[in-house]
Each structure stands twice: as structure tokens, then as C-alpha cells.
């Protein structure tokens, strides 16, 4: 039932107005009904004719099939109403709260997988993003209640820790010099890579720093995946 409260400007009134949800109504309607074709209801013999026309046969006998078959699926309506339908909405409300309430950016988290992918770096203020995103909801106050999120958090949660692992062993500032805005910028191993530190070419060093580069690659793909998986449960959900 959804029960609203309305201000008239011009009189000052409020007024109190409430409509009864279909499940609910759908599902009273088949009980009545079903309790009122235990007793013969008047239309019952043209519901019997009806179906004699379209091939179906119903003895009057039988009647209390009919009667029992609109209980059982008026109860069924309202059982899924009360016990799974406003659950569900309960725990997205809630769960639309709880995204609102952290304001996280999540164009920050896709712009520092991208520069992780393309640019083998980050800005210290997108890693900031990132960490936020994958440690926030484990807060009590930030949890999640709706099971598909909670299961797609739980994904990217899972692939975003061992991205992060690998980018606290492998990135270093770059350059060493203090940014006029703070926001220091990291690179995967600029030691190894001709573009960055390496002041002479080492064939080694050049290996090892495409073996790392892979193995970014692929964490950074899984973890996109996953962060993109979450978003898409939060959308369909109604919470972004």
C-alpha cells in the first residue's frame, strides 16, 4: 500500500491519500471471489458456460476447485507481496541510501583503471578513489543488503584487492618531484622502462618490464569487468 501526503498552497490543507498495491488487490479480489464461489455466486453459471464454449467442461460438482485454485493464488499474491516483493524493495531503499551517503565517484575508479591499462599509471588522488570503492562498503553502516550487489561487490572486491596488491609492489612515484597540486603521479616500474628511468637499454630489464606489464593487464581487465558488473547490478537495481 502506498500512502501519500499531499499540501494544497492555496487552501493550506493536507490531505492523506493511500493506493492499494496491484499484488494486494489482484490478491483480495481472487480470495473474495474464490470464498464467494463456495456459496454458487450468481455468475457462476455463465463462468460455466463461457468455458463450455471454449471447449472446457466444468461440472457444478466441482465448483470448489474452481474456489480453492482463486484462494491458493489470491494467498500466493499476497505472500509474494509482503514477503518477497517489499523485502527486495526494503533492502534496494536501503541500499540506495547507503551509495548516496558515501558519494563516491565512479568515474574516478574507471578513470584510474584506464590509466592503469593504457598509460601504465595514476594519479594519486584516482588510486584514493579506487581504494575508497573497494573498502568502503565493507563498513557496517555502508553495507550492502541486496543480494546481487552484495555478490557483485563481493567480485570486485576480490579482483580489485589483488590489483591493488600488485600496484603497491610495482608503482613509484614519477618524477621524484613534488607536484604544484600534491597529486603525485605513479608509474609501474620506471626503472625498467626506456620512456621513463631506465637511462640505458637493458634486454633484461626491458623483459621483466613487459612481464609485469602483462600481468597488469589481465588484473586490470578482471577487475574492470567486475566493477562494471557492479554498476550494472546497482542500475538495474534503481540505486544509481
Not at 457462476?44 to 463450455?52: D, E, F, T
Not at 534496494?92 to 578513470?111: H, K, Q, T, Y
Amino acid at each position: 500500500m502506498d500512502i501519500n501526503f499531499s499540501h494544497d498552497p492555496n487552501s493550506g490543507r493536507w490531505q492523506l491519500s493511500f493506493k492499494r498495491h496491484i499484488f494486494v488487490s489482484l490478491g483480495i479480489f481472487l480470495i473474495t471471489s474464490g470464498l464467494a464461489t463456495l456459496s454458487g455466486p450468481w455468475w457462476q453459471g455463465i463462468l460455466v458456460a463461457l468455458l463450455g464454449k471454449a471447449g472446457v467442461l466444468v461440472d457444478d460438482k466441482y465448483q470448489w476447485v474452481i474456489a480453492t485454485t482463486q484462494i491458493i493464488f489470491g494467498l500466493g499474491l499476497l505472500a509474494y507481496k509482503y514477503f518477497i516483493y517489499d523485502r527486495r524493495i526494503a533492502k534496494i531503499s536501503a541500499d540506495r541510501r547507503v551509495v548516496e551517503a558515501a558519494r563516491l565517484d565512479f568515474n574516478m575508479v574507471r578513470n584510474y583503471l584506464s590509466d592503469l591499462e593504457n598509460d601504465h599509471s595514476y594519479k594519486s588522488s584516482f588510486n584514493s578513489a579506487f581504494s575508497h570503492a573497494l573498502t568502503r562498503f565493507k563498513v557496517t553502516e555502508y553495507k550492502f543488503q541486496y543480494s546481487p550487489i552484495v555478490k557483485s561487490y563481493e567480485d570486485f572486491v576480490m579482483t580489485g584487492t589483488k590489483l591493488q596488491c600488485f600496484v603497491d609492489l610495482n608503482f613509484f612515484t614519477f618524477p621524484s618531484d613534488c607536484p604544484a597540486d600534491g597529486d603525485y603521479r605513479y608509474c609501474l616500474a620506471p626503472h625498467l622502462n626506456m620512456d621513463r628511468g631506465m637511462v640505458v637499454y637493458d634486454q633484461v630489464k626491458v623483459a621483466d618490464y613487459n612481464r609485469r606489464a602483462k600481468k597488469l593487464y589481465e588484473l586490470v581487465n578482471q577487475t574492470k569487468n567486475k566493477f562494471e558488473k557492479l554498476i550494472h547490478e546497482m542500475n538495474n537495481a534503481g540505486v544509481l
